[in-house]
């Protein structure tokens, strides 16, 4: 593996979406821009509000102003974190991008590591939280529950503990950009791309304020729809226990007739009769659903809406735009009209 020569001096976008994260966005900016500057690096950081109904994206532009090299990005409504990690992703310019939380559970002081990996020459560096202290125990259980089925019927390998928080090559940002599927299950996406990666541990700590935005419930939406982007698992179950039902109701009826031609009819058979058509009408059913689920999602994607749409940017961007040497912004924000 070839380093990266020291030569060409690197950007580094840090892309943090954020959503009511009012109580830790005045904490987060100058910490991010302190790290860049004590490490001696080139960089911006970019912010994208996901539709925050606190103060978050008054106080982020209140930022700007301290901070030039702060880029902000509003979204018209709550996306979800997965999408403004896409938009995020659509305006970073950096040679490496590097992702994080906005509720500073995510160390900044980790991010130096993973420049230092990136420069060995790895693609992809990310984060694996060394504690789950700060989960209770069903969300443990369920965490590592999941994992072990999504593996178990994906082709996509998926490493348990790496979250969102790691640092990527520009290549590797450009192949995800490149993914615009409505259904982001992020883990299987930076799986799915591949490159050289590398794990760097680190310990994640308590929310700076404020509170998670992701219920057990939520959590649970996300591992199914997780689930069914990354494995046609169900479907081909599926078929199989399809087959099997109508393989065993076949050789029934085979068994019956030849029972009847040589014995004759002696009990009626409501039970065998009720019994078949039961397992089979509920089986059918199931099968239904379970094409229901993935028609559903390609109605999703064939409908082709944008991913998300902008409402407002600010700080760096904004300045770089009206100085028409870089008016890609235009561009990249295609949904920006
Ligand atoms: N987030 C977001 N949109 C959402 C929910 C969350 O941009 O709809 C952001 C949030 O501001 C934070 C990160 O995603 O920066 C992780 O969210 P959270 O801390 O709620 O999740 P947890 O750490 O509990 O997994
Ligand atoms: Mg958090």
């Excluded at 209770?136 to 369920?142: D, I, L, V």
């Excluded at 994906?154 to 940002?173: N, Q």
């Excluded at 700076?208 to 199914?224: D, N, P, Q, V």
């Excluded at 999703?300 to 407002?312: G, S, T």
Aim: with cysteine; net charge positive; proline share 4%.
């Amino acid at each position: 593996m070839q380093s990266r020569s020291a030569g060409d001096a690197p950007f580094i976008s840090i892309v943090v979406p954020v959503f009511n994260e009012q109580a830790s966005v005045d904490a987060l900016v100058p910490r991010l821009f302190g790290l860049l500057e004590r490490e001696g690096l080139a960089g911006e950081v970019i912010c994208i509000d996901d539709g925050s109904k606190d103060a978050t994206w008054d106080r982020l532009v209140a930022l700007t102003v301290n901070f030039p090299a702060l880029t902000l990005v509003s979204l018209s409504r709550n996306f979800g974190k997965e999408i403004a990690i896409a938009a995020g992703l659509d305006i970073a310019d950096g040679n490496a991008v590097v992702l994080m939380d906005g509720d500073l559970q995510h160390p900044p002081e980790v991010i130096p590591a993973f420049v230092a990996r990136w420069r060995e020459g790895y693609d992809i560096v990310y984060g694996v939280r060394k504690n789950r202290d700060q989960d209770g125990t069903m969300r443990r259980s369920f965490t590592r529950a999941f994992y072990r089925v999504f593996n178990a019927v994906s082709h996509t390998p998926i490493t348990p503990d790496a979250g969102d928080f790691r640092l990527m090559d520009r290549k590797v940002v450009e192949a995800i950009r490149k993914m615009r599927e409505r259904s982001r299950f992020m883990k299987g996406i930076y799986s799915w791309v591949g490159f050289k990666s590398v794990a760097v541990e680190f310990d994640v700590v308590e929310r700076a304020g404020g509170k998670s935005s992701f219920s057990a419930w939520r959590l649970f939406g996300l591992a199914f729809d997780g689930l069914l982007s990354f494995s046609t698992v169900p479907l081909r179950i599926a078929m199989f226990v399809g087959a099997f039902v109508a393989f065993a109701a076949l050789a029934l009826g085979g068994f019956y007739l030849i029972r009847t031609l040589l014995f004759g009819v002696d009990v009626p058979g409501y039970a065998s009769l009720i019994v078949s058509i039961l397992a089979l009408s509920g089986f059918t059913m199931l099968q239904l659903g379970v094409m229901g689920l993935y028609l559903g999602r390609i109605y999703d994607e064939v409908k082709a809406r944008p991913l998300y749409l902008v409402r407002e940017i600010a700080g760096k961007a904004v300045r770089d735009t009206e100085n028409s040497s870089v008016s890609r912004i235009k561009d990249r924000l295609s949904n920006l009209v």
